[in-house]
């Protein structure tokens, strides 16, 4: 088995996996450049429960002129798009689906991951919390980057 390097490439749900749902990925790396400006989109949110992203590149991501080493994106309180400047020198940003059920921010459970669309500057994410009876629709956005 190959040793998987958290941050450097997309990993899988396994437990979706077993259920036949091969492309259910739990954490994405998306490739950029450095000082690459990306744009965050929230398109719509279906859950009771508080939606975000968890966004992350090796030397951080600007924000409204400051560095974060990480951030997260929540759909309640950013603004509809958020513009990030990606400071990378491996080219890998990571990101994954987050939210909070009172109990405070969840991530990676074994039933949530994201089913993800190529588009032609970016992707979209459909997102799950919990739950394998799912429509990926708890949180989508897209993520493009931006022409400089």
């Known amino acids: ?15 979706f996996a077993k259920r036949g749902m091969q492309s259910v990925v739990q954490w994405d790396v998306l490739p950029v450049l450095d000082n690459q400006t990306i744009s965050v989109v929230f398109e719509s949110i279906n859950s009771q429960w508080r939606q975000g992203i968890w966004l992350r590149t090796d030397r951080g991501l600007e924000v409204e002129s400051e560095v974060h080493p990480s951030i997260r994106l929540w759909y309640d309180t950013a603004p509809k798009e958020v513009f990030c400047r990606c400071l990378t020198s491996d080219g890998c940003l ?5 939210w909070d059920n009172d109990e405070g921010m969840r991530s990676q459970a074994w039933s949530s991951g994201m089913l993800i669309e190529e588009l032609p500057n970016g992707r979209r994410y459909r997102c799950n919390d919990v739950g394998f009876d799912t429509r990926f629709d708890k949180l989508v956005i897209r993520i493009e980057r931006v022409r400089d």
């Open 1 to 15: 088995m190959n040793k998987i390097s958290l941050g450097k490439e997309r990993i899988y749900n396994a437990e």
């Open 94 to 98: 990571s990101v994954y689906n987050i």
